[in-house]
């Protein structure tokens, strides 16, 4: 495809749901980035993936979030037993490797909105 | 249509020198707009959110400024050192909670 691609676009859920969020990145794109948006709030770093390295987890919130990466592609982040708190959009990016220069740009997916009720 | 442009796409300045790096919106209705650092490898790092009625916000060396007749915006860096060497970048929100996110300035600080 012609950018990075989330699914699904939005999605309710009760509380104590497990929910699983994919992202598709642009073709050739070795780091995948999640954040995590709440309404009104900046952005919120969540997990990075660059190549076959292991993945930076630092800004994962808790334990019940985890994500997968299949290769140099797809995507998936998980969060177990939803709570109301994890009501927000999460946004995943992609770009080129980074590189000395640094010269690459993130290009994110649409997002997926989560409503926990 | 909500757009957010950044320009340059990418810049390379000397250790020390000032730099501004641009951003345009069409977004509507105008909420506030953030600039956000993003170091290599790391996540984007919030530097100043300014609403409708601010024209301009300091943190340290870097300052933005806010022109939301024109929609624009602007984050000037001064006396830049070689950890300002990160992307930029410009986001703008609705008051529905819905961002839209520049590309990004890549801005290299060399010694």
């Given at each position: 495809?012609?950018?990075?691609?989330?699914?699904?676009?939005?999605?309710?859920?009760?509380?104590?749901?497990?929910?699983e969020l994919?992202?598709?990145?642009?073709?050739?794109?070795?780091?995948l980035y999640?954040?995590?948006?709440?309404?009104?709030?900046?952005?919120?770093?969540?997990?990075?993936?660059?190549?076959?390295?292991?993945?930076?987890?630092?800004?994962?919130?808790?334990?019940?979030?985890?994500?997968?990466?299949?290769?140099?592609?797809?995507?998936?982040?998980?969060?177990?037993?939803?709570?109301?708190?994890?009501?927000?959009?999460?946004?995943?990016?992609?770009?080129?490797?980074?590189?000395?220069?640094?010269?690459?740009?993130?290009?994110?997916?649409?997002?997926?909105?989560?409503?926990?009720? | 249509?909500?757009?957010?442009?950044?320009?340059?796409?990418?810049?390379?300045?000397?250790?020390?020198?000032?730099?501004?790096?641009?951003?345009?919106?069409?977004?509507?209705?105008?909420?506030?707009?953030?600039?956000?650092?993003?170091?290599?490898?790391?996540?984007?790092?919030?530097?100043?959110?300014?609403?409708?009625?601010?024209?301009?916000?300091?943190?340290?060396?870097?300052?933005?400024?806010?022109?939301?007749?024109?929609?624009?915006?602007?984050?000037?860096?001064?006396?830049?050192?070689?950890?300002?060497?990160?992307?930029?970048?410009?986001?703008?929100?609705?008051?529905?909670?819905?961002?839209?996110?520049?590309?990004?300035?890549?801005?290299?600080?060399?010694?």
């Amino acid at each position: 495809g012609a950018g990075v691609s989330q699914s699904p676009s939005n999605k309710v859920t009760e509380k104590g749901k497990d929910v699983e969020l994919r992202c598709d990145p642009i073709s050739g794109h070795t780091a995948l980035y999640w954040y995590r948006q709440r309404l009104g709030q900046g952005l919120e770093f969540l997990i990075y993936f660059q190549g076959n390295s292991a993945p930076d987890k630092s800004g994962l919130p808790s334990d019940r979030f985890s994500a997968e990466r299949t290769g140099e592609s797809v995507s998936t982040l998980t969060i177990q037993r939803t709570q109301q708190e994890d009501s927000a959009v999460y946004l995943c990016a992609s770009s080129l490797p980074w590189t000395s220069g640094g010269e690459e740009t993130q290009y994110f997916g649409p997002g997926t909105r989560l409503l926990v009720l | 249509k909500n757009q957010v442009e950044q320009s340059p796409q990418s810049l390379i300045i000397l250790e020390g020198k000032n730099c501004t790096l641009q951003c345009n919106y069409t977004v509507s209705p105008f909420s506030n707009l953030r600039w956000y650092k993003q170091d290599t490898g790391r996540g984007p790092v919030s530097l100043t959110i300014m609403t409708f009625s601010e024209n301009t916000k300091s943190n340290g060396r870097y300052t933005a400024t806010l022109d939301a007749d024109t929609k624009q915006s602007s984050l000037h860096i001064t006396a830049s050192q070689l950890s300002d060497s990160a992307s930029y970048i410009c986001v703008v929100a609705t008051n529905a909670g819905k961002s839209t996110f520049g590309d990004g300035t890549t801005l290299t600080v060399k010694p």
